[in-house]
């Protein structure tokens, strides 16, 4: 579905992204994990374009339609209208949800509809509050941002994307902005999602709902991709020695200093 070859990109002396390497196909959740600052959220801002990669190539590919969409970095010319293209076939869900604090639930929900699809205001509406049913929100649809939680913001956010019926998510450490408490439900509806068979990729530190969710696990260092197996021989057998230190550091970080 989507190839990504030789990705770079890097913030002024910071190489980020080192020669990315990766196929994503249909179907796939694909976790992500690594330490802080190795470029795993800018990877995801790459996929879709908010970040502009300075080398590399992208293909997406559609066996059913025969459709094929290239984008060569750096953008120019007709690289530039296949990468909205392709951004056009994502959806992301951002760490802060980036709802709009002036419009109510339905509204948000319903606004890429309308701008970005040019949907009409009823059938917008019938998508929006069928999403918003989905996410468990359906009774507040009339509250505005700021009436919600954490998690209710994250759950609309999810709403607003399902409703463009991406082929592909993108989800940026969604419960990293949240309480403890509310994390459980957003990882509840992330799950439902991927039980749809939507194609997924999650940047998550929940190291336990990465490995329960995903059928691929990608560990991300120094803006290379160290491991790209299954969650089972990712967290029980990996193979770099990098991977063990990252991994033994979380498991010593969720474990208690002392038991009483």
Do not use: W
Not at 132 to 155: D, F, I
Not at 228 to 241: A, H, I, L
């Amino acid at each position: 579905m989507l190839e990504i070859k030789g990705l770079k990109k890097k913030f002024e002396n910071n190489q980020v992204l080192d020669g990315i390497d990766l196929t994503i196909n249909k179907g796939d959740v694909i976790g992500i994990i690594g330490p802080s600052g190795t470029g795993k959220s800018t990877l995801l801002r790459c996929i879709n374009t908010l970040e502009r990669a300075e080398e590399g190539k992208i293909v997406y590919k559609n066996d059913d339609s025969n459709e094929e969409i290239v984008v060569n970095f750096p953008l120019k010319g007709i690289n530039k209208k296949n990468a909205l293209k392709i951004r056009k076939k994502t959806g992301m869900v951002f760490q802060n949800f980036n709802l709009f604090e002036h419009k109510n639930t339905l509204k948000n929900v319903m606004s890429g509809l309308t701008i970005v699809q040019k949907k009409n205001k009823k059938e917008a509406e019938e998508i929006a509050l069928k999403e918003l049913e989905n996410v468990g929100l359906l009774t507040h649809k009339n509250h505005y941002p700021r009436h919600l939680s954490g998690g209710q913001k994250q759950r609309v956010a999810i709403a607003r994307t399902l409703a463009m019926k991406p082929e592909i998510i993108l989800l940026d450490e969604p419960t990293s902005a949240l309480d403890p408490e509310l994390i459980g439900e957003v990882l509840d509806i992330i799950k439902k999602v991927a039980d749809l068979g939507y194609t997924m990729i999650l940047v998550s530190h929940e190291m336990d709902f990465i490995r329960k969710v995903s059928n691929r696990v990608i560990f991300l260092d120094k803006g290379h991709v160290i491991e790209d197996d299954t969650p089972d021989e990712v967290f029980n057998n990996p193979k770099n020695e990098r991977t063990k230190q990252f991994l033994a550091k979380m498991k010593m970080l969720r474990e208690p200093e002392y038991v009483i």
